[in-house]
């Protein structure tokens, strides 16, 4: 139970602390909403689950390898820079094929019919949809950074 306690609080750690995880969250909002609407299949739901768990374990990754760097190498140098340049690189390459996977499963004609559709006909539930944007762009900026 410990390790769940712990492995939970670094997450937490990562959500108050990095901006481009709260960014990633905001996007699995949408995402999941957006799948909810369009009733994905089973196969969607695993394609689309899978890229969301890759980068927010990721950005978890990044973030603990910068902190462990900072704290044992504090002055700047080439061979910290180059590790913690890779790190964020790799959530890069996993954010990139994810939006690569969100294309394929919501840009196509059926899925971009349904969800037109569905504005149409929930004009009430799209406009809270929209206004949803509003609380989670202060949660973006509104981190509580770790003092240095």
């Known amino acids: 139970m410990n390790s769940f306690r712990c492995a939970f609080r670094g997450v937490g750690y990562t959500i108050k602390n990095e901006a481009h995880m709260r960014v990633h969250l905001v996007f699995t909002y949408y995402v999941i909403v957006a799948g909810l609407i369009l009733h994905l299949r089973a196969a969607e739901w695993?394609?689309?689950?899978?890229c969301i768990g890759t980068v927010t374990a990721?950005?978890?990754?990044?973030?603990?390898l910068e902190r462990l760097c900072d704290e044992v190498h504090p002055e700047r140098a080439d061979g910290i820079r180059n590790a913690k340049d890779a790190a964020a690189g790799a959530v890069l390459c996993a954010a990139i094929a994810a939006a690569a996977?969100?294309?394929l499963v919501f840009l196509n004609r059926t899925s971009l019919a349904v969800m037109g559709t569905f504005f149409k006909e929930n004009t009430v539930l799209s406009v809270?949809?929209?206004?949803t944007l509003i609380p989670l762009i202060f949660f973006v900026r509104g981190g509580k950074r770790e003092k240095k």
């Open 58 to 64: 990721l950005e978890c990754l990044n973030t603990a």
């Open 101 to 103: 996977v969100g294309c």
């Open 128 to 131: 809270l949809l929209i206004l």
């Open 46 to 50: 695993a394609a689309v689950l899978l």
